[in-house]
């Protein structure tokens, strides 16, 4: 930068939205060379690029911390306010946003800028009015021009995240709070592009483009935004109006207020400002209002400066030079910055000391300590690191070990990870980019340069990914746009395996009539791709309903109720029972809901039929009806017969309340559970009983026709049976699948005995003992079976025979003593359909 004193300085003042970036870029390019310094680099690589659009690659270089592009011949610099080189000799120099050397951080920055950069035909600081009065009397010859804002910005009121217009941006002021916000209107509107400071530039640009292309309609963006970013912003809302200055909280400035408001309009589009609450700390007061749409902002009283060329003699004298008061009336002394920070820690280390003697080692000492602290570590963390980048700057060849650039860089070298992780390694990688961008602190300054830069933009595309997945939801993005034209007109598509689509973008399955919302949406979304799904499906809904209604028979199943095990939630009477299902194509459609009658059970429609209209319900309702009596009748017909049976009046209270008990067992019941009630029929009730097919056994009451195969797997998917016996089996062992009494198998010991094998063998005994005299009966039968010993033993004892004592030469004897009298089983609980036919049998009795 030259330093002729006679050289004209322009001071272009004024609002955002005023031309004054795009001036100096005009007037950059007018010069045969030049030089602007910015306060971002997201801000210098955005003209760069435009520069080079223009002068074309060769003729322009871009200088910042981390990124150094500069052609041999170069001629025009675009740089961030730190990086400007001090000595090219160059026809024009501009300083953009110059009121930033009232920034506690950075302003001595700036203001050294201000007094000291100058081109040699031309300089031009750039900045908002408030600069007017210091400027007049840091740079008293120079011509200060007033540019008007091109456009009306005013204020829009308070509107929730949910009514915000589209084009809108969004300005929070912590990473936290920015994730906070896009989270929310990715939920409410689809997603959101982030813009923060931290982002890389080809993250920041990948997001805008997102934005500017209209993928999706919301910016979030930290006050970054503020600084020149040229963004189609049609309303700036306010997540809050107080940020962390790095020393507490406060609220914001009218000059900050005003200038991230400013980014709302374009050239001559109006633009509006808001917050996104009415009251509290978040909504502006009725003054800041007013001076915001009158662009009045406050003047500047001074300026942060700090000696921008210290002595380099000594360390004290350095740190003497650069904690030297101002002198003029309108500068301020700097607060202590992170880099002086770093260099008096280090001052206390006497290994420093004996190192840094000369002054081109307090140079390179200094030099060290403006590593910034792109990891925001804090003060002692990042004084350790810089100390370690010192000691290798100061020993030996006096360059960073090879081995210890190298594994750094490799272990930043990952793409998984949330967000924060990732933008982590990118703080991390700007590190070593800023190392690998000094000339002398690398043997091969030039190879770092370029595999930092390849990680930065493997980060950088992963970050990209990564914000636009959990930040956009291109789903419902499609979605609300679809519905802002109408629901009615939503193109969905319902694809072969149930895939439900809009332009593409899947949204869920539609499984019958149920839809499912696609298992990466977030539980907040689930909403609102319901109803857009339901507004959408209704033709497919309505074309499902009908072909269910004309289904055929075979189209429908009944998927078995399971029993209860331990796990279910239990009720007054015992256990809760899992109700079967009835299922259309493989989809549940109905449930059956125990009413104490299996061949009568209640049948639900499942919910998810909701959606048809009633007509369509209701004839669905009735077709499934229809189907569960002729599957009864079909395959259960001697338990439809004992149903109607327990319903005929004319069959008398016995034999129903009998008929009763045994469709509620499902056509087989032990005969102690009805033993007094046997007792009492007569023989033409035993006649009309026979005749609906029931035998009534000396141990068991069944109807025998439910033991054949086909009856038998029809009974167990109505009643929903675990554990099928082998088809065609008539003895199981005890532990084998089927081997109990639900299944119409008695156990006797280790085995276990089909009911009406088991009657036989009963009836045969009876036929052969006579009166009380001891007894063979003809093993036979039982042997034929597959029967033991221990079991045909034990058979007989349970029908009411005793064994005899005999030579173990001669076969098994037995004597009749008569069954044990009938005990009276106990009743269960009397709000159950069992209880209720107790109660008939007790009056029945009593009469």
Same mark, same amino acid.
């Given at each position: 930068?030259?330093?002729?004193?006679?050289?004209?300085?322009?001071?272009?003042?004024?609002p955002?939205?005023t031309?004054?970036?795009?001036?100096?870029i005009?007037?950059?390019?007018?010069?045969?060379?030049?030089?602007?310094?910015f306060?971002l680099?997201?801000?210098?690589?955005?003209?760069? $690029?435009?520069v080079?659009?223009?002068?074309?690659?060769?003729?322009?270089?871009?200088?910042?911390?981390?990124?150094?592009i500069?052609?041999?011949?170069a001629?025009w610099?675009?740089?961030?306010?730190e990086s400007?080189?001090?000595?090219?000799?160059?026809?024009?120099?501009?300083?953009?946003?110059?009121q930033?050397?009232?920034?506690?951080?950075?302003?001595?920055?700036?203001?050294?800028?201000?007094?000291?950069?100058r081109g040699r035909?031309?300089?031009?600081i750039?900045?908002?009015?408030?600069?007017?009065?210091?400027?007049? =009397?840091?740079?008293?010859?120079a011509?200060?021009?007033?540019?008007?804002?091109?456009?009306?910005?005013?204020?829009?009121?308070?509107?929730?995240?949910?009514?915000? !217009?589209?084009?809108?941006?969004?300005?929070?002021?912590?990473?936290?709070?920015?994730y906070?916000?896009?989270?929310?209107?990715?939920?409410?509107?689809?997603?959101?592009?982030?813009?923060?400071?931290?982002?890389?530039?080809?993250?920041?640009?990948?997001?805008?483009?997102?934005f500017?292309?209209?993928?999706?309609?919301?910016?979030?963006?930290?006050?970054?935004?503020?600084?020149g970013?040229?963004?189609?912003?049609?309303?700036?809302?306010?997540a809050?109006l107080?940020?962390?200055?790095?020393?507490?909280?406060?609220?914001?400035?009218?000059?900050?207020?005003?200038?991230?408001?400013? #980014?709302?309009?374009?050239h001559?589009?109006?633009?509006?400002?808001?917050?996104?609450?009415?009251?509290?700390?978040?909504a502006?007061?009725?003054?800041?209002?007013?001076?915001?749409? $009158?662009?009045?902002?406050?003047?500047?009283?001074?300026?942060?400066? %700090?000696?921008?060329?210290?002595?380099?003699?000594?360390?004290?004298a350095?740190?003497?030079?650069?904690?030297?008061k101002?002198d003029?009336p309108?500068?301020?002394?700097?607060?202590?910055?992170?880099?002086?920070?770093?260099? =008096?820690?280090?001052?206390?280390?006497?290994?420093? /000391?004996?190192?840094?003697?000369a002054?081109?080692?307090?140079?390179?000492?200094w030099?060290?300590?403006?590593?910034?602290?792109?990891?925001?570590?804090?003060?002692?963390?990042?004084?350790?690191?810089?100390?370690?980048?010192?000691?290798?700057?100061?020993?030996?060849?006096?360059h960073?070990?090879?081995?210890?650039?190298?594994?750094?860089?490799?272990?930043?070298?990952?793409?998984?990870?949330?967000?924060?992780?990732?933008?982590?390694?990118?703080?991390?990688?700007?590190?070593?980019a800023?190392?690998?961008?000094?000339?002398d602190?690398?043997?091969?300054?030039?190879?770092?340069?370029?595999?930092?830069q390849?990680?930065?933009?493997?980060?950088?595309?992963?970050?990209?990914?990564?914000?636009?997945?959990?930040?956009? $939801? =291109?789903?419902?993005?499609?979605l609300l746009r679809?519905?802002?034209?109408?629901?009615?007109?939503?193109?969905?598509?319902?694809?072969?395996?149930?895939?439900?689509?809009?332009?593409?973008?899947?949204?869920?399955?539609?499984?019958?009539?149920?839809f499912?919302?696609?298992?990466?949406?977030?539980?907040?979304d689930?909403r609102?791709?319901?109803?857009?799904?339901?507004?959408?499906?209704?033709?497919? &809904?309505?074309?499902?309903?009908?072909?269910?209604?004309?289904?055929?028979?075979?189209?429908?199943?009944?998927?078995?109720?399971?029993?209860?095990?331990?796990?279910?939630?239990?009720?007054?009477?015992?256990?809760?029972?899992?109700?079967g299902?009835?299922?259309?194509?493989?989809?549940?459609?109905?449930?059956?809901?125990p009413?104490?009658?299996?061949?009568?059970?209640?049948?639900?429609?499942?919910?998810?039929?909701?959606?048809?209209?009633?007509?369509?319900?209701?004839?669905?309702?009735?077709r499934?009806?229809?189907?569960?009596?002729? /599957?009864?009748?079909?395959?259960?017909?001697?338990?439809?017969?004992?149903?109607?049976?327990?319903?005929?009046?004319?069959?008398?209270?016995?034999?129903?309340?009998?008929a009763?008990?045994?469709?509620?067992?499902?056509?087989?019941?032990?005969?102690?559970?009805a033993?007094?009630?046997?007792?009492? &029929?007569?023989?033409?009730?035993?006649?009309r009983?026979?005749?609906?097919?029931?035998?009534?056994?000396?141990?068991d009451?069944?109807?025998?026709?439910?033991?054949?195969?086909r009856?038998?797997?029809?009974?167990r998917?109505?009643?929903?049976?675990?554990g099928?016996?082998?088809?065609?089996?008539?003895?199981? !062992?005890?532990?084998?699948?089927?081997?109990?009494?639900?299944?119409?198998? #008695? !156990?006797?010991?280790?085995?276990?005995?089909?009911?009406?094998l088991a009657?036989?063998?009963? %009836?045969?005994?009876h $036929?052969?003992?006579?009166?009380?005299?001891?007894f063979?009966?003809?093993?036979?039968?039982?042997?034929?079976?597959?029967?033991t010993?221990?079991?045909?033993?034990?058979?007989?004892?349970?029908?009411?025979?005793?064994g005899?004592?005999? !030579?173990?030469?001669?076969?098994?004897?037995?004597v009749?003593?008569?069954?044990?009298?009938?005990?009276?089983?106990?009743?269960?609980?009397?709000?159950?359909?069992?209880?209720?036919?107790?109660?008939?049998?007790?009056?029945?009795?009593?009469?």
């Amino acid at each position: 930068m030259s330093r002729f004193s006679n050289s004209p300085v322009t001071a272009v003042l004024g609002p955002t939205n005023t031309g004054k970036t795009h001036l100096a870029i005009e007037r950059l390019m007018g010069h045969s060379s030049g030089m602007i310094g910015f306060p971002l680099r997201l801000l210098a690589r955005e003209v760069y $690029d435009r520069v080079v659009a223009v002068k074309g690659p060769k003729e322009v270089a871009l200088v910042t911390g981390e990124e150094r592009i500069v052609p041999p011949g170069a001629r025009w610099f675009l740089c961030t306010a730190e990086s400007m080189p001090a000595d090219k000799d160059v026809g024009f120099v501009a300083i953009d946003e110059g009121q930033l050397g009232a920034d506690p951080e950075r302003g001595h920055v700036f203001t050294d800028r201000i007094l000291r950069a100058r081109g040699r035909d031309e300089t031009m600081i750039l900045g908002s009015d408030s600069l007017r009065p210091v400027l007049r =009397k840091l740079v008293p010859d120079a011509e200060i021009v007033s540019r008007p804002r091109f456009s009306t910005l005013r204020y829009a009121g308070a509107k929730k995240l949910s009514r915000l !217009p589209k084009r809108s941006a969004i300005v929070a002021f912590s990473a936290e709070e920015v994730y906070a916000v896009a989270e929310a209107l990715r939920r409410l509107r689809g997603g959101a592009a982030v813009v923060m400071g931290a982002l890389s530039p080809r993250t920041r640009n990948a997001q805008v483009a997102m934005f500017q292309s209209g993928e999706v309609d919301y910016l979030v963006a930290t006050d970054a935004i503020g600084m020149g970013l040229n963004l189609d912003v049609g309303h700036v809302a306010f997540a809050s109006l107080s940020k962390f200055d790095g020393k507490r909280q406060r609220r914001l400035t009218i000059a900050e207020m005003s200038q991230i408001a400013g #980014r709302a309009g374009r050239h001559q589009r109006d633009g509006t400002f808001g917050a996104l609450v009415e009251e509290g700390p978040g909504a502006f007061l009725p003054e800041e209002i007013q001076a915001i749409e $009158d662009h009045s902002v406050p003047a500047l009283d001074h300026l942060f400066w %700090r000696e921008g060329e210290p002595d380099l003699s000594g360390i004290d004298a350095l740190i003497a030079s650069l904690e030297r008061k101002p002198d003029s009336p309108v500068l301020r002394a700097a607060p202590e910055a992170v880099d002086l920070g770093v260099l =008096k820690r280090l001052a206390g280390e006497d290994w420093v /000391r004996d190192r840094v003697r000369a002054p081109k080692a307090v140079a390179r000492l200094w030099a060290a300590c403006g590593l910034p602290d792109f990891r925001k570590l804090g003060a002692d963390p990042h004084a350790r690191f810089v100390a370690r980048v010192f000691r290798h700057l100061s020993e030996g060849t006096g360059h960073i070990p090879h081995q210890w650039f190298a594994d750094e860089i490799a272990r930043l070298d990952r793409m998984d990870g949330d967000v924060e992780t990732i933008a982590g390694r990118i703080a991390a990688a700007r590190s070593w980019a800023y190392i690998a961008q000094r000339a002398d602190w690398l043997a091969d300054p030039a190879l770092w340069a370029e595999r930092t830069q390849s990680l930065e933009e493997k980060l950088s595309d992963a970050l990209h990914a990564s914000l636009t997945q959990r930040f956009v $939801d =291109k789903r419902t993005t499609v979605l609300l746009r679809q519905i802002g034209a109408g629901a009615a007109h939503l193109p969905v598509v319902v694809g072969p395996e149930g895939e439900v689509s809009v332009e593409e973008h899947v949204l869920g399955h539609l499984h019958g009539f149920r839809f499912v919302v696609e298992p990466g949406a977030r539980a907040a979304d689930k909403r609102m791709l319901l109803a857009a799904a339901e507004k959408g499906l209704a033709g497919e &809904l309505r074309r499902r309903g009908d072909a269910l209604v004309a289904a055929a028979d075979e189209e429908l199943l009944l998927v078995p109720r399971r029993r209860p095990g331990p796990s279910d939630e239990p009720t007054e009477t015992g256990p809760r029972p899992s109700p079967g299902n009835i299922e259309w194509r493989g989809v549940p459609i109905a449930t059956l809901e125990p009413t104490g009658n299996p061949v009568r059970p209640r049948i639900r429609l499942d919910r998810a039929l909701d959606v048809l209209d009633a007509r369509i319900r209701a004839a669905a309702q009735a077709r499934i009806e229809r189907w569960f009596a002729d /599957r009864i009748a079909a395959d259960l017909p001697d338990l439809a017969t004992l149903d109607a049976l327990s319903r005929d009046t004319g069959a008398g209270g016995r034999v129903r309340a009998l008929a009763g008990l045994l469709v509620e067992a499902g056509g087989l019941l032990p005969r102690r559970a009805a033993g007094a009630l046997v007792e009492t &029929l007569d023989p033409n009730d035993r006649k009309r009983l026979r005749k609906a097919g029931v035998t009534i056994g000396t141990l068991d009451i069944f109807a025998p026709a439910l033991l054949k195969p086909r009856p038998a797997a029809a009974r167990r998917a109505l009643l929903g049976l675990d554990g099928a016996p082998p088809e065609g089996a008539t003895v199981l !062992p005890r532990a084998a699948p089927g081997a109990e009494l639900d299944h119409g198998f #008695r !156990p006797f010991g280790a085995q276990a005995v089909r009911i009406d094998l088991a009657e036989r063998i009963a %009836r045969a005994a009876h $036929d052969a003992r006579k009166g009380r005299t001891p007894f063979a009966p003809d093993p036979a039968l039982a042997t034929s079976m597959g029967l033991t010993p221990d079991t045909l033993a034990r058979l007989m004892a349970q029908i009411g025979f005793q064994g005899v004592r005999t !030579p173990r030469s001669e076969p098994q004897r037995w004597v009749w003593k008569g069954l044990t009298p009938l005990a009276k089983p106990k009743a269960p609980p009397r709000d159950t359909s069992m209880g209720r036919a107790f109660a008939a049998l007790a009056e029945l009795a009593d009469e």
